[in-house]
């Protein structure tokens, strides 16, 4: 049998939803996007260097059927995870914009719609302009099998110059039927010139059950505008999760992402940040927290198209048990971005000896006055800060517990956002046995010289 023929024979592709008609050009996207995966199906094929080190056999053999579009079970899940407060709280349930349960009261300045409303309304230029502008389908069929199910989604527009004080929290659940459930989410984000925002993705489900996410986000931002991005993966340790997040941003725009990981079986995130204008800064820190035999893949570029643009990446993974981690970053410098100030750091603690890292940050230069690093380390707690510490009266399961989570409280104090930093250090608190009021309280800068 040739390898082709075992591939297909091995593989079930989901089940494709019968979906509401849709204007043309939704249509033509939903096509093209079909088109796309039937004829690269899932990318299994070992000679694909993007997928290699992540085994998708879990996902490629089961037979996924589409979600049902709304249940109580994703209300009940954004009562237990929205934010409260003064936050934006909106719903997306197995990939459908929900505003019966979302935010009613907005801020000037601020739209949000389903995709469906927004691409046959009077924002539908715009939304024509940029749905499928960054994540391109035919560079990964995970995008394509999304596109192929545009259907509900979220599009949040910022107007000019607009300042949104509140954290704007989406939170994607997910609430599988009895079947074997995929969800399509799919968010687009226009920010304009001069606009500022922080935007909270919360992804959950039942902490129970076998589901697949499938996401997209896209983010386009004008010039001078700031963008505060959180990532949030709370979901089963039963489930899959496979996002693209794909950004570009103008002349002298902020854009802070930060990706934790704390849920799924399987999870895949790939971020794309192009700086696409002079004085742009790009900052990009992450944070894996997994045990047992999760396995977490991190595919990050930072393109620097334009000179004078600083950008900072600072990733760190806590593997225990039998999970495992990929980093792999790279760091892209136009021959024209002259005067870039490019640093990336991958760093791991491995709890036991069964745990495993792969770690590739990479730099592709093309540019000659350009100020670039990287670097990687991985390895277990050092020996000499137990020692160090159990000679201050702590004993070494102390020592041991307040290592780790110092470890990870590196990023977790850079996150400006209070109830997504809380619940990561609460996360960390139960996972080391320490106190739930334990807190490193100091908040740190991008450009910390300790973490970079």
């Avoid at 935010?103 to 940029?130: F, M, N, R, Y």
Wanted: charged share 20%; net charge negative.
């Amino acid at each position: 049998m040739s390898a082709v023929a075992e591939k297909n024979k091995q593989s079930k592709k989901p089940v494709m939803a019968k979906l509401p008609a849709a204007t043309g050009w939704v249509e033509d996207l939903r096509r093209a996007g079909r088109a796309i995966f039937d004829a690269q199906g899932y990318p299994t094929d070992s000679k694909i260097e993007a997928w290699r080190h992540t085994n998708i056999r879990p996902i490629v053999e089961t037979e996924w059927h589409p979600a049902v579009a709304d249940s109580s079970a994703a209300a009940d899940l954004f009562k237990h995870y929205a934010f409260g407060g003064d936050a934006i709280e909106l719903l997306i349930s197995n990939g459908h914009y929900q505003p019966a349960h979302s935010s009613k009261s907005l801020p000037s300045g601020l739209i949000v719609q389903s995709l469906d409303e927004a691409a046959s309304g009077p924002h539908a230029e715009i939304v024509k302009t940029h749905l499928g502008s960054r994540a391109k389908a035919d560079k990964n069929p995970f995008v394509a099998l999304n596109q192929a199910h545009l259907n509900g989604g979220l599009f949040i527009h910022i107007r000019a110059g607009a300042a949104i004080s509140q954290p704007i929290h989406v939170v994607i659940a997910a609430s599988p039927d009895e079947v074997a459930a995929i969800n399509y989410p799919r968010i687009l984000i226009v920010v304009e010139n001069g606009a500022h925002a922080t935007i909270v993705e919360s992804y959950v489900g039942p902490q129970k059950g076998i589901y697949f996410t499938n996401a997209v986000t896209e983010i386009i931002a004008g010039d001078d505008a700031v963008i505060d991005h959180y990532k949030l993966n709370q979901e089963s340790r039963e489930a899959y999760h496979i996002a693209t997040m794909d950004v570009i941003i103008g002349r002298a725009t902020q854009f802070i992402s930060h990706s934790c990981t704390i849920g799924s079986s399987i999870t895949r995130n790939d971020l794309n940040v192009r700086l696409n204008g002079e004085h742009c800064f790009g900052l990009l820190n992450g944070l894996v927290l997994i045990g047992g035999t999760q396995h977490v893949d991190y595919h990050t570029l930072l393109e620097h198209a334009y000179p004078n643009c600083p950008s900072y990446e600072l990733y760190k993974h806590v593997l225990d048990g039998k999970a495992s981690g990929i980093f792999k970053g790279q760091i892209f410098v136009h021959d024209v971005a002259q005067k870039t100030d490019a640093k990336q750091s991958s760093k791991t603690l491995l709890l036991s000896d069964d745990a495993q890292m792969n770690s590739q940050p990479a730099l592709e230069i093309y540019a000659d006055d350009v100020k670039c690093t990287h670097g990687s380390t991985t390895g277990p707690i050092d020996e000499a800060s137990l020692f160090y510490m159990e000679t201050r009266g702590l004993s070494r399961e102390q020592a041991r517990q307040l290592l780790i989570y110092a470890f990870a409280a590196d990023v977790t104090r850079r996150i400006k956002v209070e109830p997504v930093r809380a619940r990561l250090e609460s996360f960390m608190a139960a996972l080391q046995g320490l106190p739930q009021d334990f807190r490193i309280q100091e908040l740190a800068s991008h450009d910390d010289d300790a973490v970079y």
